[in-house]
């Protein structure tokens, strides 16, 4: 592998890891000594010897934080920065500075998790309540989600949402509008064509095609691609009568100025909030977004904000609807979204907080007047403007001439969309000047001053109604406000800046600082997706560095990082296994077996690439029953696609039999996928790619330090052996090219976050990975040793080992005490903590991932803390206190309960705040108690509650 030589010196090898890992060297030998360990043999023995690597990783040395940032300077001072007015679907922006420093480059808001502990989410989950109103408001729809990944993804979850959905349609046909951006036409209709969808591309001018066999679902664009304006009131009622669905791929910021899908007939709406003050990042992260009509709010894949009350009856935010998730319904799912855009739907919702109705109305007409001011001169200059019609965008007709107008343009800094060889797209947004607009036209040949007439949006197409009038919307104009309004959010929650996040499958590690510094350089998030390649020499070696480097870490020959999700990255992995199949004449093999013990998205993924599932059950030692295996391996051998393994498994160890269930699923014609969720207790000591695997998807949200974000943004990178290389994804803003089927709008997805892993690794090394892996294994057998005794660890492996995470058996305590799982997670708010993954993969377990980033004494800390929440139970078991009076029941303790005037339960204010002696110092008291989940679904609300709801608890 070739790489680039950089002079390091012992100290810079071993500065950075020595940071990254927790304990120190001292508190190492001590975590051995607890487990009767001479030294790291058993731990590293406990990986088995027939899967276990030997040599060396084959990467560069490991650099000192210096060194990486210069070298970050250097690649993105190769990208070469234009003003990008190339459009499609990627719009320059202005990120207020305050939103900038107080979500984006705040730890507060990034190293937080996705919200399914409530209680200590308070905040976040107004800032994504926030982005639902908003979208809620402009498209016109009564109910929005919580982010989607990228619009062209959010228009194929729309196609699927109205296929499920449409009872009165026996059709499996949905017509996609010609006016849909290109990316978003091959996006879909691969999604689309794996579950068996037709999905008919067609310019609607002369009205809906005939389609014999009927229609389900109808997508259209506004504006268009082209940057039209059409009043779609006619062809979405043509399409009702026909009994079909509606979605409408919209622009939020034209829905300021022109009439919301919603009160043309809608029944979807979809889109990308990217020009909500979210950078351009070479294509992504960017939340995309779903509204719906009343009656669709089930079927909405991705996450829901609801409003519930909490037990003291205090409006309480929460995750709504949570049953129709796919972490629940696995192959019965609809969608296999799991991550989504969080941070950047925090971003974009905090971007119409800051502005209010009148700000975005302003962005909006700055925009359309740009264009409009373009689309005159260029009129008056004998340019043929082809629409009268349009937001921001202007199509021009220069026969023969488009090439050489948009290399003009790029001489004069400007980059433009070359449409084909007769036409020309021009952008405008919030970042358009006259100088922007001179540059344009003199690329157009045109330099005097005439101007045409016209160029209005149309009086029918004008919106009248209101949008963003609740209170939040109104209360931050100064910046002192925003910023008190960012903090109190940030500070109703617990994020990793707080306390350690021990959730199992997880993987909540450091997200280091320096990782994160080059992320909002413009020389990396200024380059719009669809730059030309000459422009984008620095992004691309970045991220052909990265790959080469996760191929090498994996064991795999290929990596594309296109997938902007581990959901997506799977999907990317199964189409690649069914293209696979297909080139070489079998495409009856459509059966993918999946272990009863995998992650949820396994099966949903392998459902939305046209495969059946076929579940294998688990053995009592955690592992995959064998015998289970070959009785399916012998039912369905002719039909087998692939199973879907976890390795080290779900249940935290790792199976000895790894081999010869690769080695039984290859003879048997299948391919074989080890999903990568638990990658960090395999880099330096396993690889995938050797011991079996012909592909895996990795998480480099997880393993590789990407932040959560509170629920996104995730990458989720797919790799692959040769065999399997000509299926990764294409790019589907080039859906000719070479490779399979496209995942993401653009062809690296979510860029703007690589350089954070690309910065993990080089800061690392070899070394430096393989001891952070050493570390994740020490610190999860070290929690299991420690709290065994009061919380039987579940599975171990033959060598009474686990892997880097442990399962916490609370079944007995429950059956003996009614003390639940989940009363324990409750409770250990109160200590400070975020609670374990709950109840899987095991129902009434508590799944603990403490990762190699967190010291000794933040593990004792958790400790101590389950032992204390240990001895209330037994206070129940021992009749001292009733179980629904007891502060396991009762938990969490908000300040608010404590400090009442009058104390009436059966322990006192001083165990219920600080039930050991070092949270007098630092304490965390969650803004709300134990919050009524039943409550929220019963009564969904998903947009902002009025003031009043808050002041009346």
Not at 638 to 658: C, K, N, Q, W
Request: glycine share 10%; proline share 6%; aromatic share 6%.
């Amino acid at each position: 592998m070739s790489t680039t030589p950089v002079p390091t010196t012992r100290a810079a090898e071993h500065a950075f890891a020595d940071r990254h890992i927790g304990p120190r060297p001292a508190d190492t030998r001590a975590m051995l000594d607890a487990l009767g360990h001479a030294d790291w043999s058993r731990i590293v023995g406990s990986v088995p010897a027939g899967i276990r690597h030997e040599r060396p990783l084959e990467l560069p040395p490991a650099r000192s934080e210096a060194e990486v940032l210069a070298r970050l300077r250097e690649l993105a001072a190769r990208n070469v920065q234009r003003v990008q007015m190339i459009g499609q679907g990627y719009y320059d922006t202005h990120t207020p500075q305050v939103i900038q420093r107080g979500v984006l480059e705040s730890p507060a808001w990034y190293t937080a998790y996705t919200p399914y502990q409530p209680e200590i989410s308070q905040g976040r989950l107004e800032g994504l309540l926030n982005f639902q109103t908003a979208v809620a408001d402009l498209t016109g729809l009564p109910v929005a989600n919580a982010s989607l990944l990228d619009e062209a993804t959010a228009v194929a979850e729309a196609v699927l949402l109205m296929q499920r959905a449409n009872k009165a349609s026996t059709a499996a046909t949905v017509v996609l509008d010609a006016e849909l951006h290109p990316q978003t036409l091959a996006v879909t209709r691969a999604r689309a064509e794996a579950v068996g969808i037709s999905a008919v591309v067609a310019d609607l001018d002369g009205g809906l095609p005939h389609l014999p066999d009927g229609l389900t679902g109808l997508v259209l664009q506004q504006p268009g691609t082209s940057g039209r304006l059409r009043d779609h009131a006619p062809l979405i009622a043509r399409a009702k009568e026909l009994g079909a669905l509606v979605a409408v791929a919209a622009d939020l910021l034209a829905l300021t100025l022109i009439t919301p899908p919603g009160e043309q007939g809608a029944d979807v709406a979809v889109g990308s909030a990217q020009r909500f003050g979210v950078p351009l990042f070479f294509g992504g992260p960017h939340a995309a977004f779903m509204a719906v009509r009343a009656g669709l709010e089930r079927q909405l894949p991705g996450r829901l904000v609801g409003v519930s009350k909490d037990s003291a009856g205090r409006t309480a935010l929460r995750l709504a609807l949570q049953p129709r998730e796919q972490h629940i319904r696995r192959e019965k799912a609809t969608s296999n979204i799991c991550t989504a855009q969080a941070l950047l739907a925090v971003v974009a919702g905090m971007y119409a907080v800051h502005h209010g109705p009148e700000g975005l109305r302003a962005v909006a007409r700055h925009a359309h007047g740009a264009a409009r001011a373009l689309a005159r001169r260029l009129a008056g200059g004998g340019v043929d403007v082809v629409h009268e019609d349009f937001f921001d965008t202007v199509t021009v007709r220069v026969p023969g001439r488009a090439a050489v107008v948009v290399a003009e343009a790029e001489r004069r800094g400007v980059n433009l969309r070359l449409v084909d060889a007769d036409h020309v797209g021009v952008s405008c947004d919030e970042t358009t000047t006259p100088d922007h607009l001179a540059a344009v036209l003199a690329a157009f040949g045109v330099d005097g001053d005439r101007t045409a007439g016209g160029f209005e949006i149309p009086a029918a197409l004008r919106r009248t109604s209101d949008f963003l009038t609740h209170p939040t919307f109104h209360a931050h104009r100064s910046e002192t406000q925003m910023t008190r309004y960012l903090r109190r959010l940030a500070d109703r929650d617990l994020a990793l800046d707080r306390t350690m996040i021990p959730l199992g499958s997880c993987t909540m590690k450091l997200n280091a600082a320096t990782e994160m510094r080059a992320m909002l350089w413009p020389g990396f998030a200024s380059i719009h997706p669809f730059a030309p390649d000459h422009q984008t020499a620095g992004w691309r070696e970045l991220i052909a560095e990265l790959e080469a480097w996760l191929a090498e870490v994996t064991g795999y020959d290929r990596v594309s990082v296109q997938p902007n999700a581990g959901s997506q990255g799977e999907l990317a992995g199964l189409l690649a296994i069914r293209g696979y199949h297909r080139s070489r004449g079998a495409a009856e093999r459509t059966v993918c077996l999946v272990p009863a013990s995998a992650h949820g998205t396994n099966a949903a993924s392998a459902v939305l690439a046209g495969m059946r599932v076929v579940t294998v059950r688990t053995a009592e030692d955690g592992s995959i029953d064998l015998s289970d295996l070959h009785t399916k391996l012998a039912e369905h051998g002719p039909r087998l696609a692939a199973i879907m393994l976890t390795y080290p498994s779900t249940h935290g160890v790792f199976d000895t039999e790894v081999r010869e269930v690769c080695e039984a699923v290859h003879a048997a014609g299948g391919q074989v996928y080890v999903d990568g969720a638990n990658l960090n207790a395999l880099i330096g000591l396993a690889q995938p790619g050797e011991f079996g695997g012909d592909v895996s998807h990795l998480n480099l949200h997880k393993t590789f330090c990407i932040p959560h974000g509170g629920g996104g943004p995730g990458v989720g990178p797919v790799a692959v052996r040769e065999h399997l290389a000509p299926f990764l994804p294409g790019d589907a803003a080039a859906p000719d090219g070479d490779g399979g089927l496209p995942v993401s709008a653009s062809r690296y997805g979510s860029a703007g976050v690589l350089m954070i892993s690309w910065a993990y690794i080089a800061l690392m090394g070899a070394d430096g990975l393989a001891a952070a892996t050493r570390n994740a294994l020490l610190a999860a057998n070290y929690v299991a040793r420690r709290l065994d005794a009061y919380f039987p660890v579940l599975y171990t492996g033959a060598d009474g080992l686990v892997a880097h995470e442990c399962i916490l058996d609370l079944r007995d305590l429950t059956k003996r005490s009614g003390v639940t799982a989940e009363d324990v997670a409750k409770r250990l708010i109160d200590y400070g903590f975020h609670a374990p993954t709950l109840s899987f993969p095991v129902a009434g377990t508590l799944m603990v991932e403490p990762t190699e980033s967190e010291d000794l004494a933040e593990l004792d800390r958790f400790v101590e803390a389950m032992a204390s929440i240990h001895g209330e139970i037994e206070q129940v078991l021992d009749g001292q206190v009733a179980l629904a009076e007891s502060p396991v029941r009762l938990a969490p303790h908000p300040a608010a309960d404590v400090a009442t005037d009058t104390w009436d339960r059966a322990y006192s204010r001083d165990q219920a705040a600080f039930p050991v002696p070092g949270l007098r110092q630092d304490k965390y008291f969650p803004p709300v108690s134990r919050i009524d989940n039943a409550y929220g679904d019963r009564n969904l609300m998903c947009s902002c509650p009025p003031a009043a709801a808050f002041e009346e608890a």
